[in-house]
C-alpha cells in the first residue's frame, strides 16, 4: 500500500498529494457509513505504523513532479494515530512550501500533545457528525473511553487558538438526516472557517442522501461557509484561501 498518493482531485481542496501514515483500517471510530469497510484495528492507542524516513522517500518521489494545492494527511484510518505524525509533518515541511492539511475525526483532540501538533498544520478538517453522546454512539461507534462531550469541548477550544484554518466535516445518512438544525447550532458556536456536508456516494454500507435532501439540510446551515459535496466547483489554489481570498467548492 502506498504511503503517498496522488495528485486526487478533492472536491474540498482542489489537487491533493494525499499521505497516509497508517496503511491499515486502523482507526478509533467503526462508523456506519465509513467506505473502507469495518474498522479492523479499533484502538486509541497511538503507534508509529510506517517510519517517518519511508514516508520521506515516498514524498521526494512523488512531490518534486507533482502539480498540487495541496497536501493532505488522511488514508485508511485516523492519521493521528500515528506515533510519528509530528515527524512526518516536519518532512512535509522540509520539502514542499503547499498547504499542509489532515482530516481527523476529532477523537484525539483532547489530548495537550496532539493539539501542539496540529497546530502545524494549516487546515484542520475535523469530524462531527452527531449532536448528542446517544448518536455518536449510533454513528461512529467510537472505542470505549471516547466521550463526545470532551470531543465537542475541545473542537470548539482549538478553533479558539488555532491559527491556521479549523474546517468541519458531517457525513449526513438517514440517521442523522433529522438532526441538521442541531448540528448547525453547535456549528454556528465553534465558527469553523468552512463547513463540508457530505454524504455517501461511493460505495458504502449506508444509502446517499439526494440533491433535494442536502439542499434542505444546507438551508440550516445559513450565514456559514458551507460546501455541499453536490454542489462543490472546481477549485483555484488553495494557497488562495490562506491568503484570505475566497474559493469555490
Not at 462531550?149 to 458531517?170: A, M, N, Y
Not at 448540528?183 to 472557517?193: F, G, V
Not at 439542499?215 to 460546501?227: A, D, M, R, T
Request: neutral net charge; charged residues 25%.
Amino acid at each position: 500500500m502506498k504511503t503517498v498518493f496522488g495528485p486526487v482531485s478533492s472536491w474540498r481542496f482542489g489537487k491533493s498529494v494525499g499521505v497516509d501514515p497508517l496503511c491499515q483500517n486502523v482507526c478509533s471510530f467503526d462508523c456506519v457509513y465509513c467506505q473502507v469497510g469495518p474498522t479492523l484495528n479499533k484502538t486509541i492507542q497511538k503507534e508509529i505504523f510506517i517510519s517517518t524516513d519511508r514516508i520521506e522517500e515516498d514524498l521526494k518521489r512523488v512531490l518534486p513532479g507533482a502539480s498540487a494545492d495541496v497536501v493532505t494527511i488522511s488514508g485508511y484510518g485516523e492519521p493521528t494515530l500515528a506515533k510519528n505524525l509530528d515527524e512526518i509533518i516536519e518532512v512535509i515541511r522540509g520539502l514542499t512550501d503547499l498547504p499542509v492539511a489532515i482530516m481527523t475525526n476529532s477523537s484525539t483532540l483532547p489530548l495537550g500533545k496532539m493539539r501542539r501538533t496540529l497546530r502545524d498544520l494549516d487546515i484542520v478538517v475535523a469530524k462531527l457528525d452527531a449532536y448528542n453522546y446517544s448518536l455518536f454512539e449510533e454513528i461512529n461507534r467510537p472505542v470505549k473511553g471516547l466521550h463526545f462531550g470532551d470531543i465537542l469541548k475541545w473542537i470548539k477550544k482549538f478553533k479558539s487558538s488555532f491559527e491556521g484554518r479549523l474546517e468541519l466535516q458531517t457525513m449526513f445518512i438517514e440517521k442523522n438526516k433529522d438532526y441538521a438544525g442541531e448540528l448547525a447550532k453547535i456549528a454556528a458556536e465553534i465558527q469553523p472557517d468552512k463547513v463540508y456536508i457530505n454524504t455517501p456516494l461511493r460505495h458504502s454500507p449506508e444509502g446517499h442522501l439526494s440533491k433535494d435532501q442536502m439542499y434542505e439540510i444546507e438551508k440550516h446551515f445559513e450565514g456559514l461557509n458551507v460546501s455541499s459535496v453536490y454542489n462543490s466547483k472546481k477549485y483555484r489554489s488553495y494557497k488562495e484561501v490562506l491568503n484570505g481570498r475566497s474559493i469555490q467548492g
